[in-house]
């Protein structure tokens, strides 16, 4: 058995930390502010990673290397690229890094000519694409669509939606994307109801095409569609196309397979942004700028495969995040983008992180004894600054951060952009430095300790040129191969995602009672059973 707390390197952290934990940051700057150009990466000369206000020395990064090492990370990073079967409990390869990889890659995996495969979809997505936006797609009395709904839930809407409000600069105009998620009706019927069906167009993502949600919403669309054009079948051809691996299923539903954007059980789906799950992004900013996405994309997975690991960016942000989660204890982990267009970005990588990481069994079936995937949660600056960031500064909890900021902004306008990241710059100095708000406080005679900023608070801070389709593809493949080092290392399966099983069966067998409407023969445990009767009383 793998027990990852007897590795070497993970003893010596521990002895390590005992040493550090109550150095100040402050005084860390003080005897070596060479840290400063020491401690950070940069990514094409664009992308540029600080990690100085870390409450890290060069020991700690020795040690933190040497446990990836000891991890076997190089052949895990191998093993992913080639498509060996890493996912063992679904026994399947992970491949999203060849979902970006250019035309002249070769990658061979069971018998497939995987790269092959990815650039006919794109092929057929661009076609699809450019007859949106420019009109020659029509809709049944024969408009064109300026109102693109997708209707997916999970990886299947999350990261699709996240893009599309990142990159809508690049939008065409005029055309608007929608994202139906939640089973709630009001989210579809709030989306559709002052939309003109005759300009609508559906796309109906998912992964299995069974989805509660999202086969919910996706049959309230079909009805919504064929109510507008009198029951006829042949509109359902022209309003809906399908984004999925399930081929059957599609076509059960009612739609033409010629409408389908498939991609393959080898994508998991919150890994699949950048699949025919992008359609929505790649019908927003047109089939360039969805290249430049994932050419960005593909050049940090390179990156990734073939830089040394202390100058190796997602492997550096994992490692220190590792040494927070299991060495200081801490729980959660904030990403905060300071970037309106970005809010969403937290959201998203709170599902890649957390439905990856968020195991307790590890690869050798055995409950694991340290702890795994942090809370991942965020929200774009300044807002949080306003909300959730004195708990951040005077709270009792340590909480390290991602500050993420943009030297030019998407939309100048006057001096915002400079106050932004005034702020930006700002927050992390006081995390790491802490103070007192007021220069000679102290002497006031109102002075109280409530004023003090103890500071010693670590963050990471990522600078690049601008947000572009090719950066944010750039962040997203530095986000995903971080949280794959740390599944390396936690020994835990990233890319299935059981827990989120027994909930989806429950809720059938509960639906099944509100059905049956009879409070005698429910069979759950008394809570449950009273909750039920309750809502079936008044619902
Ligand atoms: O419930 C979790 C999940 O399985 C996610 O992993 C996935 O992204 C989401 O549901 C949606 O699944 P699908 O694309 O198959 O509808």
Redesign the pocket.
């Known amino acids: 058995m793998k027990d990852i707390t007897q590795f070497t390197a993970w003893k010596a952290l521990q002895a390590h930390y005992d040493e550090i934990k109550d150095a100040q940051l402050k005084d860390i700057f003080a005897k070596d502010p060479q840290r400063a150009t020491r401690y950070v990466i940069e990514f094409e000369n664009n992308l540029y990673l600080d990690y100085s206000k870390n409450r890290i020395n060069d020991k700690t990064i020795a040690l933190l290397l040497q446990l990836a090492e000891e991890a076997g990370l190089k052949n895990a990073i191998e093993d992913m690229f080639n498509g060996v079967h890493i996912n063992q409990t679904e026994n399947r390869a992970v491949l999203h890094t060849a979902l970006r990889a250019p035309k002249d890659a070769q990658l061979v995996v069971d018998g497939q000519d995987v790269i092959k495969d990815v650039h006919e979809v794109l092929d057929k997505m661009a076609a699809f694409a450019n007859k949106v936006r420019s009109g020659e797609w029509k809709g049944y009395t024969g408009k064109p669509i300026k109102n693109v709904i997708n209707v997916?839930?999970?990886?299947?809407d999350l990261g699709p939606k996240m893009a599309c409000e990142a990159l809508k600069p690049f939008a065409k105009k005029g055309l608007h994307v929608y994202f139906v998620s939640n089973i709630d009706g009001f989210h579809m019927i709030d989306t559709v109801n002052e939309l003109n069906p005759e300009e609508t167009l559906f796309i109906i993502?998912?992964?299995?095409?069974?989805?509660m949600e999202?086969m919910t919403n996706a049959n309230t669309a079909k009805e919504w569609i064929l109510r507008a054009f009198n029951n006829d079948a042949a509109a359902i051809a022209k309003h809906f196309v399908a984004v999925s691996t399930a081929a059957k299923e599609v076509s059960d539903f009612g739609i033409d397979t010629n409408n389908m954007f498939g991609f393959w059980n080898w994508v998991?789906?919150?890994y699949?942004l950048d699949s025919a799950i992008g359609l929505p992004i790649m019908i927003q900013i047109g089939p360039e700028n969805f290249t430049k996405m994932l050419e960005g994309f593909h050049a940090m997975d390179e990156h990734f495969r073939k830089t040394p690991f202390n100058k190796n960016m997602p492997v550096i942000m994992a490692l220190l995040g590792i040494w927070y989660n299991n060495f200081f204890g801490a729980q959660t982990y904030a990403i905060l983008p300071y970037d309106q267009s970005m809010h969403r970005f937290s959201a998203h990588l709170q599902?890649v992180d957390m439905?990856s990481n968020g195991k307790y069994i590890t690869k050798d079936n055995n409950e694991v004894k340290w702890q795994t995937g942090p809370i991942i949660w965020g929200e774009p600056g300044t807002n949080g600054q306003h909300s959730f960031y004195q708990l951040l500064h005077q709270g009792t909890k340590l909480i390290p951060a991602d500050f993420i900021g943009f030297c030019k902004s998407q939309t100048p306008t006057g001096d915002h952009h400079k106050k932004l990241l005034a702020n930006f710059v700002a927050q992390t100095e006081a995390l790491a430095f802490g103070g007192i708000f007021e220069e000679g406080a102290t002497k006031n005679p109102a002075f109280k300790p409530h004023m003090i900023f103890q500071g010693n608070r670590p963050t990471n801070t990522l600078i690049a040129d601008e947000l572009t389709p090719r950066m944010l593809g750039i962040l997203m493949a530095l986000y995903e191969q971080k949280i794959f080092v740390q599944g390396v290392i936690w020994n835990v399966f990233s890319f299935d995602?059981w827990g989120?099983q027994l909930g989806?069966v429950l809720a059938k067998n509960v639906l099944k009672d509100f059905d049956a409407n009879d409070p005698a023969k429910l069979a759950h445990d008394a809570s449950t059973n009273a909750i039920i009767t309750r809502l079936m009383e008044r619902m």
């Open positions: 997916g839930i999970g990886g299947s993502a998912s992964k299995t095409f069974t989805t999202t998991g789906g919150r699949s599902q439905e995602q989120v989806k």
